[in-house]
């Protein structure tokens, strides 16, 4: 195994495990939820196979329903966020391109291309969930105020822990 494929491993276990210790109970006035696991999969190399993904975001969010005892909303918004990605990496194209098998982080291609790449799949990933949990479009209102929230404070600890962990490129 690669040196990089290793630290990928464990970045994405911590992550999760974060997710699960210490984010399940963060809850901004009870409409703003962090899901800093999303960095994990939103960091993926672009060459990082469709299908494989999809099963690897499956797998993750079954673990994330689990423990948020959600009956796999977490999964099915996750699988959506993984089978979107590719189309939005192909028209979310920086400058520079795409270099063969880097992290789609910040520190590789900057901050202005990561929030176009970023928040587009995490408030469609809030979308889900909430609009899923809402169980309809009564709430239409409350429940889009939950999903942006919850994308700016998710946004905000991806960046955060992007700035302290991932190390730019040379």
């Known amino acids: 195994m690669n040196r990089s494929l290793i630290a ?7 992550l999760v495990s ?7 109970n963060f809850a901004f006035f009870n409409i703003g939820f962090a899901f800093v696991y999303l960095l994990f999969m939103l960091s993926l190399p672009k060459e990082t196979n469709h299908l494989g993904a999809m099963f690897l ?3 993750i969010g079954l673990v994330i329903d689990l423990f948020y005892q959600t009956l796999g909303i977490h999964a099915a918004s996750l699988v959506f966020l993984m089978f979107v990605r590719p189309f939005w990496l192909s028209a979310n194209v920086p400058r520079s391109g795409y270099e063969v098998n880097d992290l789609m982080v910040l520190g590789n291609y900057g901050l202005g291309w990561f929030m176009g790449y970023s928040l587009p799949l995490v408030f469609s990933y ?3 969930v909430f609009f899923v949990e809402a169980g309809s479009g009564d709430l239409f209102w409350q429940t889009i105020t939950k999903a942006l929230v919850s994308t700016v404070i ?3 600890f991806i960046i955060i822990a992007q700035y302290l962990f991932y190390p730019k490129r040379r």
């Open 8 to 14: 990928s491993i464990v970045s994405g276990l911590i």
């Open 18 to 24: 974060l997710q699960i210790l210490l984010f399940r």
């Open 57 to 59: 975001a499956l797998l």
């Open 126 to 128: 809030c979308c889900i």
């Open 154 to 156: 998710t946004l905000a």
